[in-house]
């Protein structure tokens, strides 16, 4: 390369990184950790609202095991489609979520009843 060259080259390099070139890379370091910082903002008020809406899913898991669950043992018993629904699709989504205590216990009570058809749910349930 001809030192003309280097010359301008130099000339040119030296231009672009010594002083606006700087406070452009400073510009666009600091554009990116702003993007950084909205997006770790975004991520927590999502998980803040994912965390909610778990506990309204538990809370609302709770009630149903312990009301239908309450119901059964006045009853004193559950239709094998009763059992399914709640312990499948309520208690242990429920339980996945963290939940204990009160609805567990139930629970164990409801798992001591006897299974019973859907026509002695019915008559039960007049007589209750």
Known sequence: ??????????????????GSGVT??????QRHDKKTDKRQEEYAELSRKI???????????HDRVTYLGGR?????GITKDEYENLYDYIYLPYKALGGNGTAEKVMKDVDNLPIIT???????DLNV
Do not use: H
């Not at 859907?118 to 039960?124: G, S």
């Open 51 to 61: 965390s909610e809406i778990a506990d309204a899913v538990k809370g609302q898991g």
């Open 1 to 18: 390369m001809s030192p003309f060259f280097q010359t301008l080259v130099s000339t040119i390099i030296g231009a672009i990184f010594g």
């Open 24 to 29: 452009f890379l400073t510009f666009l370091i």
């Open 72 to 76: 059964y043992i006045q009853r004193g």
């Open 118 to 124: 859907k026509n002695e749910a019915y008559e039960r």
